[in-house]
């Protein structure tokens, strides 16, 4: 009887034990951890930088997290995000190694925010490249004046109304805008070139909009293997020093809304943009026929 009173402390002890340390160190192992790799996943329209962002400083810091792999399935989007998340990319290759796996699509801005990792995986198929830059100014002039629907626009300047849909752009307006979309497209070949440690000339030959195949981006020294999502774990892995089977952590991501339920989270995204007032029309992007409209 004593000796069952004694076994069930010590078992009620251990288990306690267990708990205790479960619930002060819940992320790791009781006999060591596994070397661990967090990934940040980049999908859809980059509209907003800010979930991301956080996400890189937050493994940046982790001592826990030896490497991090970004994977990339974007056709881009507005020229501010894309440059945010360039900027603090570059900033965390210089704390551990970061790695790119593209996946269907990593193009314009997607692949922006890929040439400032160590490291860039794609697969043969995958559509990258589209170093651009792009504007949308829909004109509904015609479309305003059947059904009688008229503005008086009042300005400070002749440029503040660059892009009314409710007339004509001015041959001044269109050299303003193309002006800046050229500035705009030095900053992408700069910031690839140096990402890429490719020299500025090559990179501005096939910064045309040309959208590339993964197999052909190889030899153009845009990525850097051909490989899937494994392939770019084992990479990183490699590059992060870690032995045996990495753990993955993947970003914790925002709480679904209504609108993502009922259109998905790309759609409920620029629908969100639109009400904000945030959708930016200068944008490093791979066109589509819906974003015409």
Known sequence: MKHTAIWLTCLFLMVATGIAFWILFPDDGLFGERGRIGV?????????????????KEYRKDTRIKAILLRIDSPGGGIGPSQELYREVKRTTEAKPVVAS???????????????????????????????????????????????????????????????????????ERDLMQGTIEEAHRQFVQDVAMGRSLPEEEVRQIADGRIIMGQTALKLGLIDELGNFEDAVNIAAKLGKIEG????????????????????????????SCLDGDSLFLRYQLPASRDLL
């Open 40 to 56: 940040i996943e980049i999908r859809g329209t980059i509209e907003n930088a800010q979930e991301n962002l956080k996400a890189l």
């Open 245 to 272: 089977d990495p753990e993955l952590l993947f970003a914790r991501k925002k709480r679904f809304s209504l609108l993502d339920l009922l259109f998905g989270s790309e759609v409920s995204e620029k629908v969100k």
């Open 102 to 172: 593209l996946g269907g699509i990593a193009a314009s801005g997607g692949y922006y925010v890929a040439a400032a990792t160590n490291r860039i995986i794609a697969n043969p198929g995958t559509i990258t490249g589209s170093i651009g830059v792009i504007m949308f100014f829909p004109n509904l002039k015609e479309l305003l004046d059947k059904i009688g629907i008229y503005s008086n626009i009042i300005k400070s300047g002749r440029f503040k109304d660059v892009g009314n849909p409710g007339r004509e752009m001015t041959l001044e």
